[in-house]
């Protein structure tokens, strides 16, 4: 029986007939309400806190309240839980009000007011102040041999801009201190980051901390890190009101203070000689805001695939995350690829332009294969399809002929179209899963034969309850509701590491596959069992060193061909996606509905990334829009053809094939959207995201 | 005509509400009634996770008040869930596994019954412009569309 | 303690307008925004004179409390209403938003509020004591300020059946559906003959108030076409000064650029 073979989701009823429940939806009997009071300022010291005076049971949790440290762990240890002397960005926790009637709550939080002495805050990348959280170098060959041999240099930069997650169900935490413990519930990705940073910040020991995963309603990495944030501060509440407290955010509240993808500023430099690129000098910036949280992993993806996916034996490679009076910047699906593979495919469709050769076939010239080295002195060990997918999108999208065709336009309506084809690193950069996560599984066989996933990987939508029971479920030829899988308890399940990273099918659902068999070979009915497996590092990786950035920086790859086409009308700058086509290599799809609906929605995120989606900010770094009346998600109505193919290319290492799917397909979408729109506006353009405004510009210029 | 008692029809029977008459139906729907399958997405209309039918048509509870349905008939996903027109919704839906975080999925299948019960046999444009007001992130919208065409073709003169 | 009143009448409503401090309450799908559950609301929904749709001769009265879907559904709603309003928001807040609550928002972005300017409609408001007839350029003073009493309620918008045929319409948001207005234009053109009887623009969310301006269209009335394609250039040129967007997030050289643009489009799609 395939496995790909699609099923009837485990979760699909509850989630149909209204009856899951999502943190909001716990009955409030006996629970306080939270809501946090935030920095208006974007720099400055704070002096003193105006309170107005509290009824009774009511109350302020602020950071003299924090048992343990003051200090949400995220990686490092420099967010605090709540604010300590200095505000470092509009937004910035400084206390919450707790007490029984949500609107009373409201109201004392509109009393608050605080005295600050206003410091200079950072707000631009490029500003000489800025302090640099991490800062990376890697490279190889003689990178300043093929520039000084170079038949043409090229020199150009691009920009990314913030992007909201914009899951529909917004952040929400419920503490509940009891017998010595403290049980933080709510919506999150990843229980053990929570229990690890509760821990800390209560000053408890592990054991006396409880996380459970809610129904949550997406994450896409935005509830990676942040809830670790957000269940400390109800874990201080709930601890210093002596009852369960609960904070639901608003969804204003949550588009302006809660971490998003990270702008970046490329400078990227190539020497060409005969017609071929043969070096790269890569520049990186990203903006981390105001805490480093997860800018430093971040960095280090978008640095490996600073060069996409041409083979580069020349490279250097220079990476910053920086630190502005912003709101901290996080973790998005692509986590810091989708900004340097912008990047990078822009770069070589500019090149191409100048060379008067055709972009494809240009890029087609320098695609790695199976063999080659990474960027990082790592390998390709396994096929690189993307040679065949190129054509696999082409006949679908008509691509060359609509390249040919889309020339000297002159008429109100212009349209464009353009490709893009990039990797996805599968599973944590390096040796993460080795030396960090060290991923443990179990299976539990009841008596009745029934059998429970024990795992800590969270399903957000991407349907882990449907396809790690069927991984169970097919291995032990057990009927699929036979196989239990509920959400994680920390108290329950072991630690097989964080819901990101593309690693929860390939890694974890391997331990699973490898324990069920374990569970078979054994198999005594009537038996109450529970079998282990751990995680172990692949033998073919080349072991990856951080300080050198040198070996196999993932273990493989998912690929993505995309086209887009566009029609612009100058008359008013908006743009008609015409069509949207994928195609997407994630080996063997786990349940296929699944995969392609994941695939789906991935390619439109993308697709709002480079077009519709516009964080602005003032000048003081406060975000002005915060709504979704105007930050603008696509609707049904924005993309009615899009096309997903899906190319199978089996993993051997993953089960029954499978390799990282959730980040892959939005990683193209922005490459080939601005390719499309680059021909349409017959200009070279290097930002993201491009708006109807940005047209008019790019119009005007031509017209005046 | 002033009334302090707000009497509404709510998924089929007969109820009352003392409260303000601008409290708004989403909280009163939540939290009087517990009915959490109306979820709360935005607070202003955007994003259609609220959504409920009033008097057949399709409303963000968010955006009304509650004096707006007194004498009215509400139907929210629990009403709903009990039907053959949900049961045909249920079915096309899972066939293309539409639901994955399922946020918006309440909302989208009042939607969706909105969409049938004016068109039976709706084009894919039609259903298009019946779910832009209600947001979805994760899917893409192409398994809702297809599930929403799907159960007007199976659904048997059920709309 | 009330805080909700259900008249059943226009006469009942305006009563207790006069009478009651109380918000009034159409579709609220703009009041809830920001919406405070102490508020005492005026909910006008029950109220038959604020629902009808009729003609006469001169006029097709729209009441005030109209839906944009019943306009849609609505056999003598007129075509240039049916298209702008279909195109406002999505589904749920067009069955309960109402074309006067549009306009007693009294935004610029209104897209009802567009149309009932450039066909130059004219309201009729009541109070219980009197009722009056206004003009919708009238109506608007500046930037949500309106000329409505405290104690009037706005009953209907009487759209002058002249010339309603022949028009053109765009609203530009910034996506495909459910989009506030970043610009848009409305406008009517009627040519009789092979001369020009009415030619009618309107620009909403550029300024503090929708764009009107008849004097610059008067310029194009009662010419012939080749006589108005003769006085084009100063036509475009006189609304190129006329036109001073208001800046806010979205650049002011964007919306005039659209504007422009616009306009030029409506004067080509009538050959002139």
């Known amino acids: 029986m395939n496995i790909s073979n699609s099923v009837t989701k485990k979760d699909h009823l509850p989630k149909m007939n209204g009856k899951a429940l999502y943190v909001a939806d716990y009955s409030t009997d006996g629970i306080l309400f939270g809501r946090l009071f935030y920095s208006s300022k974007t720099r400055a010291r704070i002096l003193k806190v105006n309170i107005p005076v509290l009824p009774e049971g009511y109350l302020t949790v602020d950071k003299n309240d924090v048992p343990g440290e003051?200090?949400?762990?995220?990686?490092?240890?420099?967010?605090?839980?709540?604010?300590?002397?200095?505000?470092?960005?509009?937004?910035?926790?400084?206390?919450?009000?707790?007490?029984?009637?949500?609107?009373?709550?409201?109201?004392?939080?509109?009393?608050?007011?605080?005295?600050?002495?206003?410091?200079?805050?950072?707000?631009?990348?490029?500003?000489?102040?800025?302090?640099?959280?991490?800062?990376?170098?890697?490279?190889?060959?003689?990178?300043?041999?093929?520039?000084?041999?170079?038949?043409?240099?090229?020199?150009?930069?691009?920009?990314?801009?913030?992007?909201?997650?914009?899951?529909?169900?917004?952040?929400?935490?419920?503490?509940?201190?009891?017998?010595?413990?403290?049980?933080?519930?709510?919506?999150?990705?990843?229980?053990?980051?929570v229990h690890g940073a509760v821990a800390k910040a209560m000053g408890f020991e592990a054991s006396r901390v409880q996380i459970k995963q809610d129904v949550t309603g997406g994450g896409f990495g935005g509830k990676e890190a942040?809830?670790?944030?957000?269940?400390?501060?109800?874990?201080?509440?709930?601890?210093?009101?002596?009852?369960?407290?609960?904070?639901?955010?608003?969804?204003?509240?949550?588009?302006?203070?809660?971490?998003?993808?990270?702008?970046?500023?490329?400078?990227?430099?190539?020497?060409?000689?005969?017609?071929?690129?043969?070096?790269?000098?890569?520049?990186?910036?990203?903006?981390?805001?105001?805490?480093?949280?997860?800018?430093?992993?971040?960095?280090?993806?978008?640095i490996i695939c600073a060069n996409g996916i041409y083979k580069m034996d020349n490279l250097r490679v220079h990476g910053r995350a920086i630190k502005t009076n912003t709101v901290p910047s996080g973790a998005y699906r692509g986590f810091g690829a989708p900004q340097t593979f912008f990047a990078v495919e822009m770069m070589m469709d500019h090149i191409a332009k100048d060379l008067k050769v055709e972009a494809l076939a240009f890029k087609q010239a320098h695609i790695v294969v199976q063999g080659d080295e990474t960027s990082t002195g790592g390998k390709y060990h396994f096929p690189v399809p993307v040679p065949e997918m190129i054509e696999e999108v082409d006949k679908a999208s008509n691509f060359r002929e609509k390249k040919k065709k889309y020339v000297r336009q002159t008429g109100r309506y212009r349209r464009g179209i353009g490709m893009s084809m990039v990797f996805h690193g599968a599973g944590f950069t390096g040796s993460g899963e080795r030396d960090f996560i060290k991923a443990v599984v179990k299976l539990h066989k009841y008596a009745d034969g029934t059998v429970e996933v024990l795992a800590s990987n969270a399903d957000i939508g991407q349907?882990?309850?449907?396809?790690?029971?069927?991984?169970?479920?097919?291995?032990?030829?057990?009927?699929?509701?036979?196989?239990?899988?509920?959400?994680?308890?920390?108290?329950?399940?072991?630690?097989?590491?964080?819901?990101?990273?593309?690693?929860?099918?390939?890694?974890?659902?391997?331990?699973?596959?490898?324990?069920?068999?374990?569970?078979?070979?054994?198999?005594?009915?009537?038996?109450?069992?529970?079998?282990?497996?751990?995680?172990t590092e692949p033998d073919f990786i080349i072991p990856f060193y951080l300080d050198r950035f040198h070996g196999d920086a993932y273990p493989t790859y998912a690929w993505s061909v995309s086209a887009i086409e566009v029609e612009v009308d100058t008359f008013t700058g908006l743009s008609k996606i015409l069509g949207a086509w994928g195609s997407f290599d994630v080996g063997t799809p786990i349940d296929m509905n699944i995969v392609v609906g994941q695939m789906e929605g991935g390619f439109l995120q993308g697709i709002g990334y480079a077009s519709i989606e516009q964080i602005d900010a003032d000048r003081k770094g406060r975000i002005r829009n915060n709504s979704f009346s105007d930050y603008i998600i696509p609707t049904s109505m924005d993309v009615p053809n899009l096309n997903v193919m899906m190319h199978i290319e089996k993993y051997p290492l993953g089960p029954y094939g499978a390799k990282g799917a959730g980040e892959i397909p939005l990683v193209g979408a922005p490459g080939a959207y601005l390719e499309a729109m680059e021909q349409a506006l017959e200009a070279n353009l290097n930002y993201i995201p491009f708006s109807a405004e940005d047209t008019m510009k790019v119009l005007r210029g031509e017209v005046k | 005509m002033n009334s302090n008692i707000i009497k509404f029809i709510l998924n089929g029977n007969?109820?009352?509400?003392?409260?303000?008459?601008?409290?708004?139906?989403?909280?009163?729907?939540?939290?009087?009634?517990?009915?959490?399958?109306?979820?709360?997405?935005?607070?202003?209309?955007?994003?259609?996770?609220?959504?409920v039918i009033i008097d057949g048509m399709l409303a963000n509870s968010c955006m009304v008040a509650m004096g707006r349905i007194n004498g009215s008939h509400v139907m929210t996903i629990e009403g709903y869930a009990g039907t053959e027109r949900f049961a045909a919704l249920d079915k096309a839906y899972a066939s293309v596994s539409a639901v994955q975080c399922g946020f918006c999925i309440p909302g989208m299948i009042l939607a969706s019954e909105c969409i049938l019960s004016k068109t039976p046999h709706p084009t894919e444009e039609q259903i298009r412009d019946g779910i832009s007001g209600n947001l979805c992130r994760c899917t893409g919208y192409n398994a809702i569309v297809t599930a929403i065409m799907s159960a007007s073709k199976e659904g048997n003169g059920l709309w | 303690m009330v805080n909700g009143y259900y008249p059943q009448s226009l006469k009942e409503a305006l009563e207790l307008r006069a009478a009651c401090d109380a918000v009034p309450y159409s579709g609220g799908t703009d009041l809830m925004i920001q919406s405070n559950e102490n508020t005492n609301y005026l909910f006008l929904h029950n109220v038959p004179?604020?629902?009808?749709?009729?003609?006469?001769?001169?006029?097709?009265?729209?009441?005030?409390?109209?839906?944009?879907?019943?306009?849609?559904?609505?056999?003598?709603?007129?075509?240039?209403l049916k298209e702008a309003v279909s195109q406002i928001a999505a589904p749920a807040t067009r069955n309960f938003g109402t074309v006067g609550g549009n306009i007693g928002n009294g935004s610029a972005?209104?897209?009802?509020?567009?149309?009932?300017?450039?066909?130059?409609?004219?309201l009729r408001l009541a109070s219980s004591k009197s009722e009056r007839l206004l003009p919708i350029k009238e109506f608007y003073l500046g930037r949500k300020q309106l000329a409505l009493a405290p104690d009037e309620l706005i009953v209907e918008i009487l759209i002058p059946k002249t010339s309603l045929c022949s028009y053109y319409y765009k609203k530009v948001g910034a996506r495909n559906a459910q989009a506030i207005s970043r610009v848009c234009f409305a406008g009517l053109m009627d040519i009789v003959d092979g001369r020009i009887v009415k030619?009618?623009?309107?620009?909403?969310?550029?300024?503090?108030?929708?764009?009107?301006?008849?004097?610059?269209?008067?310029?194009?009335?009662?010419?012939?076409?080749?006589?108005?394609?003769?006085?084009?250039?100063?036509?475009?040129?006189?609304?190129?000064?006329?036109?001073?967007?208001?800046?806010?997030?979205?650049?002011?050289?964007?919306?005039?650029?659209?504007?422009?643009?616009l306009l030029g489009d409506f004067l080509d799609t009538f050959g002139i």
Request: aromatic share 8%.
């Open chain 1, 226 to 302: 942040f809830p670790s944030i957000l269940a400390c501060q109800v874990a201080v509440a709930a601890h210093k009101a002596g009852k369960p407290v609960r904070v639901i955010f608003g969804r204003r509240e949550d588009m302006e203070f809660t971490s998003k993808r990270h702008p970046s500023l490329c400078t990227y430099k190539a020497a060409v000689k005969d017609g071929r690129i043969t070096a790269m000098d890569i520049d990186v910036m990203y903006d981390g805001g105001a805490y480093t949280t997860l800018s430093a992993v971040v960095l280090q993806r978008g």
């Open chain 3, 49 to 80: 004179e604020l629902k009808r749709v009729s003609e006469n001769h001169e006029y097709i009265r729209i009441g005030a409390g109209c839906t944009y879907t019943e306009l849609i559904d609505h056999p003598l709603t007129p075509a240039i």
């Open chain 2, 14 to 51: 007969e109820v009352s509400y003392a409260g303000p008459a601008g409290a708004r139906l989403l909280d009163v729907l939540r939290e009087e009634f517990r009915l959490t399958g109306v979820k709360c997405g935005c607070s202003e209309g955007e994003c259609g996770a609220c959504a």
């Open chain 1, 70 to 193: 003051n200090r949400v762990h995220i990686v490092m240890d420099d967010t605090p839980v709540f604010v300590d002397d200095t505000v470092e960005y509009i937004g910035d926790p400084i206390l919450m009000v707790v007490g029984p009637d949500e609107d009373e709550v409201a109201r004392l939080l509109s009393e608050i007011t605080v005295d600050y002495e206003d410091l200079t805050p950072v707000l631009d990348i490029s500003d000489p102040d800025a302090t640099v959280f991490f800062d990376y170098h890697y490279g190889k060959g003689d990178v300043d041999k093929a520039f000084s041999e170079a038949d043409k240099v090229y020199t150009e930069k691009f920009r990314t801009g913030r992007q909201e997650q914009a899951y529909l169900e917004p952040q929400g935490m419920i503490a509940e201190p009891h017998d010595g413990r403290i049980t933080v519930h709510g919506s999150l990705q990843c229980p053990y980051y």
């Open chain 1, 463 to 535: 349907g882990l309850k449907t396809t790690f029971s069927k991984i169970v479920a097919h291995e032990l030829n057990m009927p699929l509701e036979r196989v239990i899988f509920h959400n994680p308890d920390t108290d329950r399940v072991p630690d097989s590491g964080p819901t990101v990273a593309s690693r929860s099918l390939m890694i974890v659902g391997e331990l699973l596959r490898r324990a069920s068999i374990n569970l078979l070979s054994d198999w005594v009915d009537g038996e109450d069992r529970i079998v282990e497996e751990h995680f």
């Open chain 3, 199 to 261: 030619c009618a623009t309107a620009f909403g969310a550029v300024s503090e108030v929708v764009l009107r301006l008849p004097d610059l269209d008067a310029r194009l009335t009662g010419k012939t076409i080749a006589e108005a394609k003769a006085a084009r250039p100063e036509f475009l040129k006189s609304y190129e000064q006329a036109i001073v967007p208001i800046s806010g997030r979205i650049s002011a050289e964007y919306r005039k650029d659209v504007c422009m643009n």
């Open chain 3, 109 to 122: 972005k209104a897209d009802s509020a567009l149309i009932f300017f450039v066909t130059d409609s004219i």
